[in-house]
Structure formats: C-alpha cells, structure tokens
C-alpha cells in the first residue's frame, strides 16, 4: 500500500509480509520501491533478504536487498507428520 511520508514528503510503499514469528510490516524506502516495488504483486510470494547497505553520494547510504519471487507450489509443503 503505499504511505505519504511526512517527514520527506513523498510517497513510498509498505508491505506485510507472514514470517515465521507472525505478520510484520516493512518499508523498503524510496530507493527500492523505484526498482523492486514496482515488480512486486500484491498477493504473491517473495523471498527477501537484507543484503547489506551501500555508501552513495554524500556519505549516504541505501539499504540493499535480494527480492526474488518463490513459485507458489514450491511454498505448500506438507507437514511431516502428517503422514504418522
């Protein structure tokens, strides 16, 4: 979804994403959303993964980040116990 920033004035998207620990809600920022957001879909599975931060033009930095969509049957794998 995205949120207007009130401290930068500008608009930037908001995820949920269901982990392991339960549902949380993460902002990529500006930057990212120009490159990934924009190919991200809503209901699909991604795998995400910090991948550091890297310094830009005046002692800024950006966040990094590996975004890559799983298949959605590869996700349903059964219980094992199920089975017993």
């Given at each position: 979804?995205?949120?207007?920033?009130?401290?930068?004035?500008?608009?930037?998207?908001?995820?949920?994403f269901?982990?392991?620990?339960?549902?949380?809600?993460?902002?990529?920022?500006?930057?990212t959303?120009?490159?990934?957001?924009m190919?991200?879909?809503?209901?699909?599975?991604?795998?995400?993964?910090?991948?550091?931060?890297?310094?830009?033009?005046?002692?800024?930095?950006?966040?990094?980040?590996?975004?890559?969509?799983?298949?959605?049957?590869?996700?349903?794998?059964?219980?094992?116990?199920?089975?017993?």
């Amino acid at each position: 979804r995205e949120v207007e920033s009130g401290i930068s004035e500008g608009i930037y998207n908001q995820y949920l994403f269901d982990t392991d620990d339960g549902l949380i809600k993460c902002a990529f920022g500006g930057a990212t959303d120009k490159e990934a957001g924009m190919l991200m879909e809503v209901d699909r599975v991604y795998s995400v993964e910090f991948a550091g931060k890297v310094k830009i033009t005046g002692g800024r930095t950006v966040n990094k980040f590996h975004i890559e969509r799983i298949m959605e049957e590869v996700v349903a794998i059964p219980d094992e116990k199920e089975g017993e």
